[in-house]
C-alpha cells in the first residue's frame, strides 16, 4: 500500500483517498511513484466502474510537495538536461492523464485547497464535487512557472476561455461558489462529508448503468472536446458498432419494468503481457 493514499473497493466502486492530511495531501515521491500504477491496475481489471478521488484532512490536495525539489531537482543548463527534463514532464503527465484515458469515469471530492498539480488532477477527472470552503488555484504562475501537467490544457474546456485565462495569468483563487456558477464544479455541498456524499452517490448510480455504455460515453465526449463535430460523429459510428450489446439493451428494459437494479457484466479485463 502506498504512503501518499489509501485505495479500497466496495464492489464496482473504488475510494482512493489521499493520506497524507497533515501535509494538506501534497503529491510527494510516493503519490508519483504509486499513482499510475494503481489507476493502470484498476483499468485493466474491468472490475471497477467509478472511481471516487477524496483527500483526509482540511484540504483535498495542495499539489506537489516541496521536498520534490531538495534534491535531485532536473537542470536546464545544457541541451543534454533539456532533453532529459522532457521526460520528466511527460511522465508526471502521463501520471495525471492516466484519469482521463482510463475506461471508468473518475469522481473528485473536494474540500479546502485543490492547487497546483492537485488543480491539475482535478481537472483531468470526470466530474467534481466540492465542500464550499473549496478553493481552487493555478498555484505555479505565483511560483515562477508555468502550469505543465493538464489545467491549462483542460480547464479552458470547463469553464469559460477568460477564465481559465485570469487563474493561469493572475494565479487567483477561485471560490467554490464561482466554480460552480462556472461549470467548474458540478454541486456543491455544505461540508467535506457532503461532497464526498454526493460523489459516492454519483458512482453508485454510474455503477448500475451499463459498462459498455459508460465508457463508450466517456471515450466518445473526450475525443470530441479535440476534434470537429463531423469527425467526431464518425469517431461515434465505430465506438457504437465496436460497443454495440443487445444483451445490455434487453437488461435495462427487463430491469426498468420490473422495477429492479440491472445486473451488467463488468469489462473484460486489460490482458496483460508477462514479463
Not at 464535487?129 to 493555478?138: G, L, T, V
Not at 502550469?147 to 477561485?174: C, F, I, K, N
Request: charged residues 20%.
Amino acid at each position: 500500500m502506498s504512503n501518499a493514499f489509501d485505495l479500497t473497493l466496495t464492489g464496482p466502486v473504488a475510494h482512493l483517498r489521499f493520506t497524507r492530511g497533515t501535509k494538506s495531501n501534497a503529491m510527494g515521491h510516493g503519490f508519483w511513484s504509486d499513482f499510475l500504477p494503481a489507476i493502470m491496475e484498476l483499468d485493466r481489471a474491468g472490475e471497477t466502474r467509478a472511481l471516487v478521488i477524496s483527500g483526509e484532512g482540511k484540504n483535498f490536495c495542495s499539489g506537489m510537495d516541496i521536498s520534490l525539489f531538495m534534491g535531485d531537482t532536473p537542470q536546464t543548463v545544457t541541451a543534454e538536461d533539456r532533453e532529459a527534463f522532457v521526460h520528466v514532464v511527460r511522465t508526471m503527465q502521463a501520471t495525471i492523464s492516466v484519469l482521463e484515458e482510463a475506461r471508468f469515469p473518475v469522481i473528485a471530492a473536494i474540500q479546502g485547497a485543490c492547487i497546483g498539480a492537485g488543480f491539475d488532477l482535478a481537472t483531468a477527472c470526470d466530474l467534481r464535487y466540492a465542500s464550499q470552503d473549496a478553493q481552487f488555484r493555478i498555484e505555479e504562475t505565483n511560483i515562477g512557472m508555468m502550469a505543465d501537467l493538464g489545467v491549462l490544457q483542460r480547464l479552458p474546456h470547463l469553464v469559460p476561455e477568460g477564465v481559465a485565462r485570469e487563474m493561469a495569468y493572475l494565479g487567483r483563487t477561485v471560490s467554490a461558489e464561482r466554480a460552480e456558477r462556472f461549470g467548474l464544479v458540478n454541486e456543491m455541498a455544505e461540508d467535506a462529508e457532503g461532497a464526498l456524499q454526493l460523489a459516492f452517490d454519483a458512482a453508485e448510480r454510474i455503477a448500475a448503468r451499463a459498462p459498455l455504455a459508460v465508457a463508450g460515453s466517456k471515450a466518445s465526449i473526450t475525443y470530441a472536446r479535440s476534434h470537429s463535430t463531423r469527425d467526431s460523429l464518425d469517431h461515434a459510428c465505430l465506438i457504437q458498432s465496436t460497443l454495440w450489446n443487445p444483451a445490455d439493451i434487453m437488461t435495462a428494459f427487463a430491469a426498468r419494468t420490473q422495477d429492479k437494479t440491472p445486473d451488467f457484466k463488468s469489462l473484460s479485463p486489460v490482458i496483460r503481457f508477462p514479463k
